[in-house]
């Protein structure tokens, strides 16, 4: 019966340590596969509105604005053009953001301070 436990067990350890691996590798492809499609949508859009929803997942922000039925996804980075805030602990709903399509830059008004963004391209 012990024997049976103890087999059982290491069985358990050398799966978890076969599939662990794989399964981080299948989310990483993911995460770039969902980024370079919302990129190339990101990137040829007008962006212009008010901020209804906010959200923020490995990296990658997810906004909703008043005036499109588009969730757009990005990447923004910390720059000192932005003072290095964070884009999705600054943005809050009722924000305005501004991207002309194929600009490397997004402007978001918070609180009548505007902070520029640029974001990572996804090819």
Do not use: C
């Amino acid at each position: 019966m012990f024997e049976k436990r103890k087999i059982l067990k290491y069985l358990i350890i050398f799966g978890a340590v076969l599939v662990l691996p794989f399964a981080i590798y299948h989310e990483e492809v993911s995460i770039k596969r969902e980024a370079k499609i919302g990129y190339k949508i990101f990137n040829r859009s007008m962006v212009d509105g008010k901020i209804i929803k906010i959200s923020s997942s490995n990296g990658l922000s997810y906004i909703k604005l008043d005036n499109a039925d588009t969730e757009y996804i990005f990447m923004p980075r910390k720059t000192v053009i932005n003072n290095d805030r964070n884009f999705y602990l600054t943005a809050k709903v009722g924000d305005s953001i501004y991207k002309m399509p194929y600009s490397d830059t997004l402007i978001l008004t918070h609180k009548w301070q505007k902070y520029y963004y640029t974001f990572t391209k996804f090819k």
